[in-house]
């Protein structure tokens, strides 16, 4: 450990297998032996900068400090974001791509979404009451895909369910992959993309019809500053940037069927949805639970901060994981507990399971808002209105896999709906 540029410094030419081999606690341990919030490394063979914490994350998402464009690895923006998507913009571009986003959230839309929510989960569960096992994950997969599209004005025929929840979710199942599952996934962007893009077209040349709040609708007559409509490939990216994200909505309910199992004792506080705790709930689960690892921007101009130099174009990641977990934030991280939310400050900067800081402004999760209510949803489900027996499997989860998830997609058996 060497300390040039008034930050910790990491011995070694690269440190990128220690990041694939210690994954959501790479830099959580070095923080920890560091003793020192932000720290420098190698990655990918260039220099790097890791920082967590709270005030850490508020410097982060300073936009004067802080770039996105050249940030994400190409791998990570061929196969999860998409070339041109809103992830990848700064400035005035970015806030006026992320305001049509933020459109799509307004609550009457969050509510049409948790309606056509509750109604397939029903039809969802009815079949499964003629099946003697389910992988949860799987079938949650299948009936977020539906949702999405539904939602977001996305004509699904039935024929094509299969086909679209598995091309939707390679690209984030697999968007940190090498090989020959590198090159599927991003075979799976290329054909969402051109389905996508073939539904804007028609929708362009007025054959198609979708909600106007829908995200088809507002994608494919979305203008640029400059007054142009968006290329039909950036628009299938931004609709494909909904799409996506709430087919990955599955992850958490996998988690949310594991923390019931894990932690019984919970279930008897959430027969009630409306009540506080049902969020507490979701919200512990969204904090406890392994998912999105960091995220990344790039310095954008030389700066000095706390006898800390920071030089430009250097990577920075934003340990999310780990901040969700920082004992100087968080009493007892590692247990379930989610009474911890009942005097949370809702401060922008120590939860950020989908990033940090503003929605408008910056480049928080657009969908946090609709991942908590289609959780509390499936709470709802899992806890009132079904009954089902957990059989023996390995529902442990990997620390290094990005995301995680219980191993066995969480099987359950025995299902039947209550009345
Ligand atoms: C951005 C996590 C669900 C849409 C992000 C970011 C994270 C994240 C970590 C980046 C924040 C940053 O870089 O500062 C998650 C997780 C989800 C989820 C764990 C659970 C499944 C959703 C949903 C939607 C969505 C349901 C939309 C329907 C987006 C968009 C961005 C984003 C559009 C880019 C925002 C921007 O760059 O301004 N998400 N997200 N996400 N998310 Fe999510
Ligand atoms: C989405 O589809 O946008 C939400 C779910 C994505 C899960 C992927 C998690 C691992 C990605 C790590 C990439 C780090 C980027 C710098």
Same mark, same amino acid.
């Given at each position: 450990?060497?300390?040039?540029?008034?930050?910790?410094?990491?011995?070694?030419?690269?440190?990128?297998?220690?990041?694939?081999?210690?994954?959501?606690?790479?830099?959580?341990?070095?923080?920890?032996?560091?003793?020192?919030?932000?720290?420098?490394?190698?990655?990918?063979?260039?220099?790097?900068?890791?920082?967590?914490?709270?005030?850490?994350?508020?410097?982060?998402?300073?936009?004067?400090?802080?770039?996105?464009?050249?940030?994400?690895?190409?791998?990570v923006v061929k196969t999860l974001f998409g070339e041109g998507g809103v992830q990848t913009l700064?400035?005035?571009?970015?806030?006026?791509?992320?305001?049509?986003?933020?459109?799509?959230?307004?609550?009457?839309?969050?509510?049409?979404?948790?309606?056509?929510?509750?109604?397939?989960?029903?039809?969802?569960?009815?079949?499964?009451?003629?099946?003697?096992?389910?992988?949860?994950?799987?079938?949650?997969?299948?009936?977020?895909?539906?949702?999405?599209?539904?939602?977001?004005?996305?004509?699904?025929?039935?024929?094509?369910?299969?086909?679209?929840?598995?091309?939707?979710?390679?690209?984030?199942?697999?968007?940190?992959?090498?090989?020959?599952?590198?090159?599927?996934?991003?075979?799976?962007?290329?054909?969402?993309?051109?389905?996508?893009?073939?539904?804007?077209?028609?929708?362009?040349?007025?054959?198609?019809?979708?909600?106007?709040?829908?995200?088809?609708?507002?994608?494919?007559?979305?203008?640029?500053?400059?007054?142009?409509?968006?290329?039909?490939?950036?628009?299938?990216?931004?609709?494909?940037?909904?799409?996506?994200?709430?087919?990955?909505?599955?992850?958490? #309910? $996998?988690?949310?069927? /594991?923390?019931?199992?894990?932690?019984?004792? &919970?279930?008897?506080?959430?027969? %009630?949805?409306?009540? @506080?705790?049902?969020?507490?709930?979701?919200?512990?689960?969204?904090?406890?639970?392994?998912?999105?690892?960091?995220?990344?921007?790039?310095?954008?101009?030389?700066?000095?901060?706390?006898?800390?130099?920071?030089?430009?174009?250097? #990577? $920075?990641?934003?340990? /999310?994981?780990?901040?969700?977990?920082?004992? &100087?934030?968080?009493?007892?991280? %590692?247990?379930?507990? @989610?009474?911890?939310?009942?005097?949370?400050?809702?401060?922008?900067?120590?939860?950020?399971?989908?990033?940090?800081?503003?929605?408008?402004?910056?480049?928080?999760?657009?969908?946090?808002?609709?991942?908590?209510?289609?959780?509390?949803?499936?709470?709802?489900? /899992?806890?009132?209105?079904?009954?089902?027996?957990?059989?023996?499997?390995?529902?442990?989860?990997?620390?290094?896999?990005?995301p995680s998830m219980p191993k066995s997609g969480f099987i359950v058996r025995d299902i039947s709906?209550?009345?």
């Amino acid at each position: 450990m060497s300390a040039e540029n008034g930050m910790p410094k990491e011995d070694g030419l690269d440190q990128s297998l220690s990041l694939l081999r210690e994954g959501y606690l790479y830099i959580p341990n070095r923080r920890r032996s560091f003793q020192e919030n932000i720290f420098e490394t190698r990655l990918m063979g260039k220099p790097a900068i890791c920082m967590g914490g709270k005030e850490a994350a508020k410097l982060f998402y300073d936009p004067a400090k802080f770039q996105r464009e050249g940030a994400a690895p190409k791998r990570v923006v061929k196969t999860l974001f998409g070339e041109g998507g809103v992830q990848t913009l700064d400035g005035e571009a970015h806030q006026h791509r992320k305001a049509a986003f933020m459109s799509l959230m307004a609550p009457k839309e969050v509510m049409r979404l948790t309606d056509i929510f509750v109604r397939q989960w029903m039809e969802t569960a009815q079949k499964w009451t003629q099946q003697s096992e389910v992988v949860l994950y799987e079938e949650a997969k299948e009936l977020l895909c539906r949702i999405a599209c539904e939602w977001g004005g996305v004509p699904l025929p039935e024929d094509d369910v299969k086909r679209r929840t598995s091309e939707l979710s390679a690209m984030f199942e697999s968007s940190v992959s090498a090989g020959p599952e590198y090159w599927k996934t991003r075979r799976a962007r290329r054909k969402a993309e051109k389905w996508v893009g073939g539904l804007i077209e028609e929708v362009r040349q007025n054959t198609l019809h979708p909600p106007e709040e829908s995200a088809l609708y507002v994608f494919s007559h979305h203008r640029e500053l400059d007054g142009q409509l968006l290329d039909t490939k950036t628009a299938a990216v931004e609709v494909l940037n909904i799409l996506r994200p709430i087919t990955a909505v599955s992850i958490y #309910l $996998a988690f949310t069927a /594991l923390a019931l199992h894990q932690f019984p004792e &919970e279930k008897p506080k959430l027969m %009630d949805v409306d009540e @506080p705790y049902t969020k507490y709930f979701v919200q512990e689960v969204r904090r406890f639970y392994p998912f999105f690892p960091f995220t990344g921007a790039k310095v954008k101009t030389d700066f000095e901060w706390s006898g800390m130099d920071f030089k430009e174009g250097t #990577l $920075a990641l934003l340990d /999310l994981y780990g901040t969700n977990h920082d004992p &100087e934030l968080w009493e007892n991280p %590692d247990l379930f507990q @989610p009474a911890r939310f009942e005097d949370w400050d809702k401060s922008p900067f120590d939860f950020i399971p989908q990033g940090g800081g503003d929605y408008y402004a910056g480049h928080r999760c657009a969908g946090e808002w609709i991942t908590i209510e289609l959780m509390k949803v499936s709470v709802d489900f /899992l806890v009132n209105r079904l009954s089902y027996t957990v059989p023996d499997q390995d529902i442990s989860f990997s620390m290094t896999s990005m995301p995680s998830m219980p191993k066995s997609g969480f099987i359950v058996r025995d299902i039947s709906i209550n009345l």
